[in-house]
T-cell receptor
């Protein structure tokens, strides 16, 4: 079966670093996505990892370990606008790009 | 192109009524997906199209739900005889093949 787990909520301070973890179980592997979703808005693409290791993109980095079924999203120099839900998602192998999502991690950034 | 458009953004209806949502994907994207999202949860897959062909439907999609993409461009999602449990955000996404999904802002349904 397919399953994605991530913490429900996290709180961090402006200017700090936060790591949002995601563990997944999928039949076959086709990469791992992270999306950001502000309240009442569309999810927007942040990152896609298909190989092990860390990929950095400005203040946001994403890490993948395929052997452990584990990923994390690292947010540096947190800003108030980073308060949002962060969704971990995996494509279902051989099913046309269909994604299954975790429940999302609601991040609150406080001054 | 301004991205994926959904209409209406909000719909309030009484139980038992039918509702229809429309999605206009990014024009060169051949794949179109419908998801449902409730508060505090991630999006749940409902169905997807490649061009005009509906390739998969989730078990979540009861026979009261139907989706079409008649000319391989825009899509509609109809819910017949709405129930309170249908209250959710209905998200549409499109992609150029099996690639990054671009989501619309969603259509929020409230069934009274």
């Amino acid at each position: 079966g397919q399953n994605i787990d991530q913490p429900t909520e996290m709180t961090a301070t402006e200017g700090a670093i936060v790591q949002i973890n995601c563990t997944y179980q999928t039949s076959g592997f086709n990469g791992l996505f992270w999306y950001q979703q502000h309240a009442g808005e569309a999810p927007t693409f942040l990152s896609y990892n298909v190989l092990d290791g860390l990929e950095e993109k400005g203040r946001f980095s994403s890490f993948l370990s395929r052997s452990k079924g584990y990923s994390y999203l690292l947010l540096k120099e947190l800003q108030m606008k980073d308060s949002a839900s962060y969704l971990c998602a995996a494509p279902i192998y051989n099913q046309g790009g269909k994604l299954i999502f975790g429940q999302g991690t609601e991040l609150s950034v406080k001054p | 192109d301004t991205g994926v458009s959904q209409d209406p953004r909000h719909k309030i209806t009484k139980r038992g009524q039918n509702v229809t949502f429309r999605c206009d994907p990014i024009s060169e994207h051949n794949r179109l997906y419908w998801y449902r999202q409730t508060l505090g949860q991630g999006p749940e897959f409902l169905t997807y199209f490649q061009n005009e062909a509906q390739l998969e439907k989730s078990r979540l999609l009861s026979n009261r739900f139907s989706a079409e993409r008649p000319k391989g461009s825009f899509s509609t999602l109809e819910i017949q005889r709405t129930e309170q449990g249908d209250s959710a955000m209905y998200l549409c996404a499109s992609s150029p093949g099996a690639n990054v999904l671009t989501f619309g802002a969603g259509s929020r349904l409230t069934v009274l």
